[in-house]
């Protein structure tokens, strides 16, 4: 299906899941502000048109949505007519509406007919709308999107609670930030497909998840590289499922700035027919966490990682372009980076698929500020959302471990509830034996595969003696270190103006270049020149508004010439 060149981010959003027919319906929307929440009694779901106008996928608080409301608003609306073509009705077909992410909590209509809601600010959620359809030009969508930061009871990230921006807390985003699409799909089709690679058998087993029963039919799965078919099998639905093993007969693995990946071409055929054709891909690799030492493909690699926030200044939470997902991960491999703490902000699957072809390890986390962690009930709020982000990004290869929580700061006097931690780590490893899991990034670890600490201390003789032949413990009357692999998942931050921007870093800004770099590289050599370190996380990749410890500007331009940190960042680490 063709779509409009000209609309914002129009590349089809779902690059794991790849079929034809599809439609983007980013672009202009009717928009309204409903701040008394009373768009319901006052029938906003089915009006014919809303008191202004917006540009989709960019949220309302955002120079790029057209808006530029950065005031608190606890609920808003979408409406958007719709023009499904007409061979998209059938008996056998469905029409799905899917919406990236919306934050926080959504409730869907077509012509005015409720049709679903779906609570979470990061996750994408999609439902079947065929039978609500008139496939004529009145057709229409309605979106209502309630968000309330202040509230306690829902992950929100690093998205300020107060009017305005401060400290590490930024602009808000509210209702629809990812790409917004319809597609058409037979009713015996792929839902979903949970890819695992084993390196060392050059072999891939995929879980393809269907829609509904399809019991008997069959799914065949055809992987190719550059273009070669390297392997080649069929397997029987069971029920809602069918494995599909695969012994490729070459071997290409994904490595740091290679990704090396494999295409995968996937058919369902049910009574001799097909009903579903799909295109994928995955990245022949494996992770592992032995004797201290992070394993990629079973050899030492030192986690070069650096801390990236997702926020854009004209998008804030939402990138311009595609290739602005892309230039970030470019931009951190030329600094010396070989990945990245995607940090409190579950990223868009684009944003994946460069990492995956790029060969760029990171993070998954949760966007978990803004919950209160101190009662275990808390977790209603946490963990759908969480299982719903594991279940959309398990099979990308640039994801080499999860976080499902940073910095769990008591509340109110409160201390963290740690059986609520416990119980994330366990579910997120019943859910994902492949990766590393850490609990709670930097503090209070309750269960954890990896330790990790965040340690910003800014003076060089001082930083360096936390490592000189030792390890550096913080909260040690919250936290006992049991011999784990060791992390330190957060330091640096240096702050560097570059145009008389008023903002903060951590500690005092070096006086000069040469100050800056030299303290960068003390500082960084500490954490190389341990044995048992793992890796590092420096803060971080660019400034965020007011915060100014980037080594890229805000906008995106170079503080410094970047071979001086890739020069640094690049030396062999001790651990390996």
């Known amino acids: 299906m063709n779509n409009e060149k000209n609309l914002p981010r129009s590349e089809y959003p779902r690059p794991q899941i790849v079929r034809k027919d599809w439609i983007c319906l980013n672009g202009e929307w009717d928009f309204e502000i409903d701040n008394a929440k009373n768009g319901i009694g006052k029938g906003f779901w089915n009006r014919k048109e809303l008191n202004s106008k917006i540009t989709v996928p960019f949220c309302p608080e955002s120079v790029l949505s057209g808006i530029g409301n950065t005031d608190f608003m606890d609920c808003v609306w979408y409406r958007k007519n719709l023009t499904v073509p007409a061979d998209w009705k059938s008996v056998d077909d469905r029409v799905i509406l899917h919406i990236g992410a919306a934050d926080y909590h959504a409730t869907v209509y077509v012509n005015g007919a409720y049709i679903g809601e779906h609570k979470g600010g990061y996750t994408p959620f999609s439902f079947e ?16 999107v309630n968000d309330d930061v202040r509230s306690g009871n829902q992950p929100c990230g ?21 790409t917004v699409w319809l597609e058409k799909v037979n009713k015996k089709h792929i839902k979903n497909i949970k890819t695992t690679t084993d390196p060392e058998n050059c072999s891939v087993l995929f879980n393809v998840i269907m829609s509904e029963n399809t019991a008997g039919s069959l799914v065949k799965a055809t992987v190719l590289y550059e273009g070669r078919i390297v392997g080649e099998e069929s397997a029987a639905v069971s029920s809602f499922s069918a494995d599909i093993y695969i012994k490729l007969s070459e ?5 740091v700035g290679n990704g090396r990946l494999y295409d995968v071409v ?27 030492k992070f394993l990629l493909n079973g050899k030492s690699v030192f986690g070069r990682w650096v801390l ?9 939470y939402t990138a311009p372009t595609d290739e602005a997902l892309k230039n970030d991960i470019l931009n951190s491999q030329l600094l010396g980076f070989n990945g990245a703490r995607l940090h409190e902000k579950i990223f868009e699957p684009r944003f994946l698929y460069w990492a995956d072809k790029l060969g ?49 700061w008591d509340n109110n006097n409160r201390r963290q ?128 508004e007011q915060e100014l410890n980037g080594l890229m500007t805000y906008n995106r331009r170079f503080k410094f010439p970047p ?10 680490a001790a651990i390996e």
């Not at 369902?268 to 990245?283: A, C, E, L, M």
């Open 129 to 144: 709308i065929t039978d609500h359809l008139l496939f004529s030009e009145s057709d229409f969508v309605s979106v209502c």
């Open 158 to 178: 690093k998205q300020s609670t107060q009017q305005n921006s401060f400290g590490c807390l930024y602009t808000r985003t509210t209702g629809i930030w990812q």
């Open 251 to 255: 071997k290409h693995l994904w490595e």
């Open 266 to 292: 996937f058919e369902v055929v049910s009574d001799g027919r097909t009903t579903d054709y799909v295109q994928s891909y995955f990245g022949l690799r494996s992770v592992a966490l032995k004797d201290g």
């Open 308 to 316: 990236d926030q997702g926020f854009y200044p004209d998008g804030i």
């Open 360 to 408: 760029y390890m990171v993070w998954g986390e949760h966007g978990n500020w803004g919950l209160d962690v101190t009662e275990f009930a808390q977790i209603q709020h946490f963990l759908p959302e969480w299982l719903e982000s594991i279940e959309r990004d398990f099979s990308h290869p640039s994801i080499i471990g999860w976080c499902p929580l940073n910095e769990t």
């Open 417 to 544: 509830n740690d059986l609520l931690i416990k119980t994330v780590y366990r579910i997120t490893k019943q859910l994902d034996q492949t990766r590393p899991v850490i609990d709670t990034s930097g503090n209070f670890h309750v269960e954890t595969d990896i330790f990790d600490i965040h340690d910003y201390n800014q003076d060089k003789q001082q930083f360096a003696s936390h490592y000189d032949g030792k390890l550096f413990f913080n909260f040690e009357d919250r936290q006992r270190y049991n011999g784990e692999p060791y992390f330190v998942s957060e330091y640096g931050g240096i702050k560097w103006v570059t145009d008389n921007t008023e903002g903060w870093g951590y500690g005092d800004s070096p006086k000069t270049e040469e100050e800056f770099i030299d303290r960068y590289r003390a500082l960084t050599e500490a954490l190389l020149n341990n044995d048992k370190v793992l890796g590092f996380c420096y803060t971080q990749l660019y400034d965020v």
């Open 563 to 572: 071979e001086i940190f890739r020069e640094i960042n690049s030396k062999k």
